[in-house]
C-alpha cells in the first residue's frame, strides 16, 4: 500500500505554479464529442480523473492523444456505445457523458458514477434537465439510461444549486431545437469556462456565471482549440499550507479573484496576502486568529476548500466554527485530525475547532479534499513522521504534489 510521508515543522517558501483545473477538465473532456471536428484542450492536469477520462472516449471511439499538458480529442468516428460498468465507476464526473452522449446521439447509457463518496450527491436535478428537454430517463439494474425522440429546449429551474446539473444539462441543451432557459444555476468558474469552450464549438450560450443561462440550439458543432483555466481549489490549497507552516509562497498562474472568499478568511486570521494580476504572495504569521468559515456555493467560500481550511484552523487562537452549507457530511476528515490531536468536535453541519498543537500519527484519506487536509496538517507538525494512506484519492486532484512541495522546501516522498 503506497504511503505519502510528511516529516514537517518546514516553513513553506518559494513560488508554486498551478495546473489546468481539475473541475473544469473533467466536464471540458467530454464536452468536447459534441463537435464533429478535432478539439485541443490546453492546459490540462495530468490527473488521474482526466486519464480515466481519455480512455472512455477511447472506448467510445474517439481518437485521443495527451502529451505533458495538452489533450487533442477527435470525435468524428465517436459510436453511441451503452457503458454501464467499468471505468466509467471510477469516475464521478463520468454523469457529464450523459449530457454529451445525449446531445450528440439523443441516447446515453452511462453507469452510475463512483469517485469521493463522503455523502451521497443525487443526480436528480441532471434527470430532471434532461425530461424537459424531452428525453425519456430509465434505471436499468445500475445504469441510466437516457433516451429522446428530439431535444427540444426548454425553462428549466434548478431546485438545488447544482454545478453538475448546470453543466450537463447546458451540453445536451446545446444541441436542441430551440431555446433553453436553466434559471437557479451554479456560477462557478468552471461553468463560465465550459460555456467559452461550448461557443468556440459553435454553442449559442449567454449568461453563463449568472443565476440565468440562456442557450440557443444549434445543429451542429465544430472543433477549436480551447485553454483550461487555472485550479482554484488547487491554489486555495497552497495558499492554506503556506499559511499553516508559517511560510512565504507566491501561487502563480492564478486568477486571483476566484479566490476572494478565501484570502478574506486567511487575512481575517491574519495572515498577510498579496493580490496581483496573475498571482497571490502568502505570508504567514506567527500567531492567528479563531474565525469562523461558512462553505457556500460560489462566490461564497469553497466547499472543496472546507476540509483543508479545517486544518488551518487548528493553529488560531480559540475556537473556530466551519459550517458547511453545500454538503452536511463532508466532515470524514475530522476523525483523522483528532488521532493527530486535534480538538474537533462536529454538530451537524458545523465542526467545533480549537487551535492546538498537532501531532504526527498514521491517518487515511477517506477522499480527496480530506487528503489535502491531512498534508496540510502534517506539515505543520514539528516533530515525527506522518503517514498518509488513501494517496488514490490525492492523485484525483493535486498534480505532482511531492515535487511541488518538495520544491518549496517540505521533506515529502511516497513510500510503498
Known sequence: MEKLMIRGGRPLRGTVGISGAKNSAI??????????????LDNLPQLTDVAVYAELLEQLGC?????????????????????PNGRVKLLRASYYLMGALLGRFGEAVIGLPGGCNFEPRPIDQHIKGFEALGAEVTNESG???????ELRG??????????GATINIMLAASRAKGSTVIENAAKEPEIIDVATLLN???????????????????GEMHGCRHSIIPDRIQAGTYMIAAAATRGDVLIDNIIPKHLE???????????????????????????????????????????????????????GAGVSILTDYVYSNRFKHVPELVRM???IRVEGRSAIIEGGRLNAAKVRAADLRAGAALVVAGLTVEEGTTEITGVEYIDRGYEKLVTQLSNLGAEVWRQG
Open 27 to 40: 466536464a471540458l473532456i467530454p464536452a468536447a464529442i459534441l463537435a464533429e471536428t478535432e478539439v485541443r
Open 63 to 83: 481518437r485521443v492523444s495527451w502529451t505533458d499538458d495538452a489533450m487533442t480529442i477527435d470525435p468524428s468516428s465517436i459510436r453511441s456505445v451503452p457503458m
Open 143 to 149: 445504469a441510466i439510461r437516457i433516451r429522446a425522440k
Open 154 to 163: 426548454a425553462k428549466i429551474y434548478l431546485d438545488v444549486v447544482s454545478v
Open 200 to 218: 468556440a464549438m459553435g454553442a449559442k450560450i449567454k449568461g453563463a456565471g449568472t443565476e440565468t443561462i440562456r442557450i440557443e440550439g444549434v
Open 261 to 315: 472568499a478565501l484570502t478574506a478568511k486567511l487575512q481575517e486570521m491574519g495572515v498577510h496576502v498579496y493580490e496581483m494580476d496573475e498571482a497571490i504572495r502568502v505570508v504567514g504569521q506567527p500567531k492567528y486568529e479563531s474565525v469562523d468559515v461558512k462553505a457556500l456555493v460560489y462566490p461564497g467560500f469553497a466547499t472543496d476548500l472546507q476540509s483543508p481550511m479545517t486544518s488551518m484552523l487548528t493553529q
Open 341 to 343: 490531536g486535534a480538538q
